[in-house]
């Protein structure tokens, strides 16, 4: 049986992440449908089709599911279902919401945020924080699956034309009605798929003093981040948050800066290739994931920082 | 309105996990456990809502084996009224958990139930949307801001790219981020007083719920380690190193 991917869009394009969902979903079986609802998502599930590894697109469209939310989409998915052996989606926010919803209708234990598929029914994923990893068989005769994005490459996104088929739309749930959504504007790119990521902590002091941290993002093309102690701090918004209830990024380069290194924290950057750490605490346990360190204080270092890359003649971004 | 709070007994946040030697899961003996993070801010604010006027009755519930109920007592001692603890041995997985939830709901009828977005253990990130989906009840997760407004919540989500506000019609479940509020630290006056305060027991056997595991945990294992990293003197030295030998910048 084939496998079912469920889109993430905006309604006008894919979100980054359904590129690397949908290489998981490939991983596990050949014959991947993605399904994509929406509101006027023509655009978008036309680029889904364009993916070489989707076979059929199944296009769902309604004015309930402009706002994506799961109360509208799970129904749809669930009423597909009975034609495939698995659903897979991002274990983001929109998956982690969605998910769960769809496989208590199908009466299945999901297996959430794996990391690799090691075969059809067996899935390796991080519990504890990322502090143990778990091989977890589904005895299920349909598996829900959620997939970590950063440990799945994204796959091609041009050179396919799968057919477009539409699908009936399900029935309104009239309990949950959106209001609004403020998403954070930036030129930056995105935290969770950044080649660079600079980020800052409690040592920061301020939301103000964040700055010497978007200098240096700047000139980097790096995508900020920050520690949830930052967050609550209120010094950034919730959406720059890396960790176990934040967001799990591996990019090439971590530069952690006034950031002390709870294991909430590591969960979501340890991973990364290479990780710099800038603490004046020499003992901070940031240290010990490090590959280089630099014991300072950020408000002496961050300036002289800027000045050597001012320096350098070349960057890459 | 009444207030139902889940609450899950896990390994404290603070703890080092030592993974066995056997592979068979991590060490849990003579280890320091507490109450799942984020139910401590569902419980805050199930009391904080009763303390408003919005609420008459908060009611926590606890799903485990016999020394699961310090959490029940826990919320107790921080304004719960009183406590429920479903008795069940081993590994529950989040679909047998909120079956077991939807029978509580059906006996206790409650208006809202809150819970932590997500539990530091298994980290599945599950049971508050199961639970909504199988009594097809509104559900609102990740909530980092709750505003009762008679028969419904404006609710502010927290989402990957920024914040989401819905309004959902009660009853409903709503799933609770750190962010949500400060929880309270019990008094030594309303520990005692939580002694006195009752908790029903009910085993899980007699709520005609198949709770048998659908997941086989093959092996556990400890994540591959980062080899050691080296101190530098300065940030020039930190730039030349990042320049000519991991060559990220």
């Known amino acids: 049986m084939a496998v079912l991917l469920i889109a993430e869009h ?47 697109v199944l296009s769902v469209e309604a004015a309930h599911y ?62 504890y924080a990322g502090n143990a990893f778990a091989t977890i068989k589904s005895n299920d005769a349909k598996k829900c699956v959620t997939i970590r994005p950063t440990s799945f490459d994204p796959c091609e996104s041009t050179g396919g034309s799968a057919p477009i088929e ?28 950044a080649r660079i990521v600079v980020s800052g902590g409690r040592g920061m002091q301020s939301g103000d003093n964040f700055k010497l941290i978007t200098e240096i ?37 971590y530069i952690a800066v006034g950031i002390s290194g709870a294991i909430q924290h590591l969960a979501g950057m340890k991973e990364s290739k ?11 346990p940031i240290f010990s994931v490090a590959d280089y360190g630099l014991e300072a204080d950020l408000f002496e270092a961050l300036p002289q920082f800027m000045e050597e890359l001012n320096k350098l003649n070349t960057i890459q971004k | 309105m009444k207030i139902l709070v889940a609450v899950k007994r896990v390994i404290d946040y603070n703890v080092q996990i030592r993974v066995k030697e056997d592979g068979t899961g991590v060490v849990t003996d003579n280890v320091k456990m507490s109450t799942n993070p984020p139910d401590d801010n569902a419980i805050e604010e199930a009391v904080k809502i009763k303390e408003a006027g919005k609420a008459t009755e908060v009611v926590a519930v606890t799903v485990g084996e016999e020394k699961a109920q310090e959490t029940v007592r826990k ?15 081993g590994i529950l997985e989040p679909l047998a958990v909120s079956k077991i939830l939807q029978k509580i709901v059906d006996k206790e009828k409650p208006d809202l139930v809150f819970m932590g977005k997500q539990a530091i253990d298994d980290d599945c990130n599950q049971t508050g949307q199961m639970l909504s989906a199988l009594l097809n009840w509104p559900q609102a997760t990740f909530a980092s801001k709750i505003d009762v407004k008679d028969n419904k919540l404006e609710v502010t989500r927290e989402i990957d790219e920024g914040l989401e506000t819905i309004e959902i019609n009660v009853p409903a ?50 994540p591959p380690k980062r080899k050691a990293g080296i101190k530098v003197a300065n940030v020039a030295e930190l730039v030349q190193k990042l320049k000519n030998e991991a060559k990220v910048i």
Do not use: W
């Open chain 2, 75 to 89: 919320a107790l001692a921080v304004g719960a009224d009183r406590g429920i603890h479903v008795k069940v041995d």
């Open chain 1, 217 to 253: 993002a700047d000139k980097l093309g790096a995508a900020i981040g920050a520690s949830r102690a930052a967050v609550d701090a209120g010094y950034i918004s919730n959406d720059h948050q890396v960790g176990q209830t934040g967001k799990v990024v591996v990019p090439d380069l």
């Open chain 1, 66 to 127: 402009e706002n994506f939310t799961a109360e509208n989409f799970a129904p749809v998915v669930v009423k597909l279902a009975e034609n495939y052996s698995h659903i897979i989606c991002s274990a983001n926010t929109f998956g982690k919401n969605l998910m769960p919803r769809i496989a208590a209708h199908l009466d299945t234990s999901q297996v959430s945020d794996i990391i690799k598929v090691i075969s059809q029914d067996t899935f390796l994923r991080p519990i």
């Open chain 1, 274 to 284: 290479v990780i710099v750490a800038i603490n004046k605490d020499g003992e901070a």
């Open chain 2, 173 to 222: 479940i709503v799933t609770c981020d750190l962010r949500l509020n400060e929880p309270r630290y019990a008094s030594l006056p309303n520990i005692m007083k939580a002694k006195k305060k009752p908790i029903e027991e009910i085993a899980a056997s007699d709520l005609g719920v198949d709770v048998s595991p659908r997941l086989e945990q093959l092996k556990v294992e400890e």
């Open chain 1, 10 to 56: 905006n309604n006008k394009e894919l979100r980054p992440f359904t590129l690397n969902a949908a290489t998981a979903a490939s991983q596990i079986d050949a014959d991947v449908h993605a399904v994509i609802i929406g509101q006027n998502s023509a655009d978008a599930a036309k680029q889904l089709s364009e993916l070489p590894v989707v076979k059929k």
């Open chain 1, 166 to 193: 539409k699908v009936d739309a399900s029935e309104e749930f009239s309990n949950t009605k959106f209001i609004k959504r403020e998403e954070i504007k930036s030129d930056r790119p995105e935290l969770g798929t």
